[in-house]
């Protein structure tokens, strides 16, 4: 998959794409949906997809609470996992806000881009205030050469599937729910950093990732599937983790530290991929760590179960 930055700077194998638009945020299912309908609508074109970085909402709200629920690295990861040839990840800046509708439309999708085709939900806004609409979108196609197609909104469980509804679900500790709507499970990418070693003095060596930037899901013990991305180690494994900050030990600053069953190496410095598959319990402080052990011992024990039927 191709990565293109910069809409005035194309290269001429990067034209000519039927290209779904959109943040792509978890690539759900009603974002799968509209990549599907850019594959049918030119076949014979490249598939792409145009999303933008920094994310809009991060670009206006800078001090705004962490929403994403996937970085950039693991979201274009997951885009070429579908099929997808070309990534227009566009600078978000101030030039780029304030186009108009129509400005977006010409100088960005028909000059800049020259896209066949583009797909956009239902809900898509765009230009200057978000002020241009689907509708809007048809009308300068027609004007400008290049076919729109409106994808209907996707629903789950009598509500629409969006990144609100998998944030909330991540948030009530639902990550089943969360993964009825984005069709895989939501996982956490990341390197491994180094930590106070507690868990390897107790008998359960983590690898601890940050959050940082992440729509933190609810904090406790999870049932998790872990892929090692890279190094010696590469492969799929089960595990327990916690997410959160660690109320045991006094800590205010959220990680995820997962143990993963039956395995031994040093992970420091590769990529994990965390899928989180069940939510066990919430944070707790334990009267002492033979009480904290205990409880690990039993966390562990529920998660094999789980993932043994996953």
């Keep these: 998959m191709r990565i293109i930055r910069d809409y ?40 792409g997809v145009m999303t933008f970085e920094p994310h809009p909402r991060e670009y206006f ?66 230009g200057k205030g978000r002020s241009g609409s689907p509708q809007d ?28 509804a998998i944030r909330a679900a991540l948030s009530e500790g639902r ?28 008998g359960f060596p983590t690898a601890n990732m940050s959050i940082d930037g992440l729509h933190p899901p609810a904090f406790g013990v999870y049932a998790v599937l872990v892929d090692v991305l890279d190094g010696p180690h590469a492969g799929s494994y089960h595990g327990a983790a916690s997410m959160g900050v660690r109320p045991m030990f006094d800590g205010d600053h959220p990680n995820l530290e997962t143990f993963i069953f039956d395995f031994s190496g040093d992970l420091y410095g590769t990529t994990l991929s965390v899928g989180l598959v069940a939510y066990l319990r919430p944070e707790m402080k334990f009267d002492g760590l033979e009480a904290l052990i205990e409880q690990m011992d039993a966390d562990c024990a529920k998660a094999r179960e789980i993932l043994a039927k996953a």
């Design 137 to 164: 979108l048809q009308r300068f196609g027609d004007q400008y050469g290049f076919g729109v197609t409106i994808a209907p909104l996707m629903e789950y469980s009598d509500h629409t599937v969006s990144s609100t």
């Design 61 to 126: 709200a800078p001090e705004a609470q962490p929403f994403r629920l996937m970085s950039p690295e693991a979201r274009a990861s997951r885009l070429d996992k579908l099929g997808v040839k070309r990534l227009y990840q566009l600078n978000f800046n101030a030039a780029l806000s304030g186009l108009t509708p129509e400005e977006f439309a010409r100088d960005v999708i028909a000059e800049g881009l020259g896209l066949a085709h583009v797909v956009v939900g239902a809900d898509f806004c765009f």
């Design 8 to 47: 005035q700077f194309v290269e001429p194998q990067d034209r000519g794409a039927s290209v779904a638009i959109g943040n792509f945020d978890g690539v759900h299912r009603g974002h799968q949906s509209v990549i599907d309908l850019a594959r049918q609508a030119a076949p014979d074109a490249p598939l």
């Design 175 to 202: 990550p089943r729910d969360a993964a009825a709507m984005l069709s895989h499970w939501h996982r956490i990418e990341g390197e491994v950093i180094g930590g106070e070693q507690r868990g390897r003095e107790l």
